[in-house]
């Protein structure tokens, strides 16, 4: 047989057994990261990082830099009125972000985020209200509340279903079966080809590495069921889970070819946050998924916080970190946790 014989057999081999060569299937990247929170007004205006946050992401954004979706977590509310702020025990936190602030996210490279998370009530409704507004201004999707509990965002002619879940005020509950079926509606009514949820639960610091398979009690608050959460919701369509909210990283887990992050850590979060230890490590996920929704791979990019820095005296609180603190951490906890090698999953030619 002559080559070009060969050739045109072997290129109309799939026609003869059984028509036309099967399509190779998309792919859209994710980038996500953990809790963020760029600057506050509350106890004062005098709390606010130098050039009021500005520079923020200015020595991570390339991190995530092609990624069709990048995403994180709003740890806060839109308010200029240090006053507004709810009272609430001695021992809590409020986080008040001025409206401008979220052009900082934007102009970044973010698209979205969530609002469902312990701090989106700290100046009430009416806070709540302003950060919807702001964030639809400057052009941020945006889920997570009761009002919104999810958005459908287009990306290379492929609908994206995003929803927000947290055991808090205001925020759609973290109930899988609520959010098993807003799953199954954004697949089987809106059309989404990927659905991704993410949830703010699990207890909080060091102590909270693990990944315990059960209910989880924070300060006497119920924070979850991670584990059979993510389980529940992948059941019920969902195609990735990114978790957050313990403010270190933990385990991940790869379930029915679907990725399960339980917690990015702090990313980026100036002020009264504790950043010592392992909550000062924190993370860019890099997640591709094929439009079937299983995991093609991904990559961890570690990044590090350090209020004893030069960044951090710039207003530049999170730096990339050449230690691979994050990575090397969640990588130690998805074998104790999962007995499972993330390496596996790693795709080709990390950012450096």
Not at 19 to 39: F, H, N, Q, S
Not at 166 to 190: I, S, T, W, Y
Not at 236 to 251: I, M, Q, T, W
């Amino acid at each position: 047989m002559k080559p070009f014989q060969l050739f045109l057999l072997l290129t109309s081999l799939p026609l003869l057994v059984g028509g036309e060569a099967p399509k190779a299937l998309r792919t859209l990247t994710i980038a996500a990261v953990g809790d963020t929170m760029v600057g506050s007004v509350y106890p004062s205006r005098g709390a606010m990082p130098p050039e009021d946050g500005r520079r923020v992401f200015e020595r991570v954004q390339r991190l995530w830099t092609g990624a069709d979706i990048v995403m994180g977590n709003f740890e806060g509310t839109v308010s200029s009125n240090a006053s507004a702020a709810r009272a609430l025990g001695s021992h809590s936190y409020r986080f008040l972000i001025p409206a401008e602030s979220l052009s900082i996210y934007k102009k970044a490279g973010f698209t979205f985020l969530t609002l469902a998370n312990n701090h989106g009530m700290d100046a009430g409704p009416a806070a709540r209200g302003a950060t919807v507004a702001a964030m639809d201004e400057v052009g941020l999707a945006h889920a997570g509340s009761l009002a919104q509990p999810s958005v459908i965002v287009t990306i290379n002619g492929l609908k994206v279903g995003i929803i927000g879940a947290a055991p808090h005020m205001d925020c759609f509950p973290l109930d899988a079966a609520a959010v098993g079926q807003r799953v199954k509606e954004l697949k089987n009514v809106d059309g989404c080809a990927v659905v991704v949820v993410t949830m703010h639960a699990g207890a909080e610091g060091a102590k909270a590495l693990h990944v315990p398979k059960k209910k989880e009690v924070f300060l006497g608050a119920d924070r979850g069921d991670v584990y059979r959460f993510a389980h529940a919701v992948i059941d019920a369509g969902a195609d990735l889970v990114l978790g957050h909210g313990p403010h270190v990283p933990r385990a991940m887990e790869v379930y029915k070819k679907r990725l399960i992050a339980y917690s990015l850590g702090n990313f980026a979060t100036h002020g009264s946050f504790s950043v010592q230890g392992v909550n000062g490590l924190g993370l860019v996920l890099e997640a591709t998924l094929r439009e079937d929704g299983s995991l093609q791979g991904l990559r961890i990019h570690s990044t590090r916080q350090d209020k004893g820095s030069e960044g951090w005296s710039l207003g530049i609180p999170v730096e990339p970190d050449p230690e691979q603190g994050a990575k090397k951490l969640i990588e130690k906890l998805t074998r104790e946790d999962f007995r499972i090698d993330l390496a596996a999953y790693y795709l080709p030619g990390p950012k450096s």
